[in-house]
């Protein structure tokens, strides 16, 4: 099991930037991919963005296309989410998800999730 926890989310206004960053407890398996997603009041959980372990393969959800670019930092354990161009609608709880395989933009494919972490973008 992967221990993971989410930092970086804040209060930032409409057009400014932040990162966010998954720290894994566990990161010695090479057959992992982290992704994040976010979840909105009274709204389902949302794809963002997954990565391989090796970072050879990064996938997008429609919604970071373009202004979200996820990395990884193997010596470190951690995955970075690096959001730019921010507005009102970005505004979530952001999660980070761990799972054997291939990046996948369905939360049920992930097996260890963070607590998330609180982003608010103001108008």
């Known amino acids: 099991q992967v221990r993971l926890a989410e930092s970086g989310g804040g209060l930032v206004q409409a057009g400014g930037s932040l990162r966010l960053s998954c720290a894994a407890s566990a990161w010695a398996y090479r057959r992992y991919t982290v992704g994040w997603f976010r979840q909105a009041p009274g709204e389902e959980r949302e794809f963002v963005a997954a990565?391989?372990?090796?970072?050879?393969?990064?996938n997008y959800g429609s919604s970071a296309k373009g202004r979200f670019t996820i990395s990884i930092n193997n010596a470190q354990n951690t995955v970075y989410l690096q959001m730019v161009s921010l507005t009102p609608e970005d505004t979530a709880i952001y999660y980070c998800a761990a799972r054997e395989g291939s990046p996948s933009a369905w939360d049920k494919d992930y097996s260890d999730w963070g607590q998330g972490t609180q982003v608010t973008v103001s108008s």
């Open positions: 990565i391989t372990y090796s970072g050879a393969l990064a």
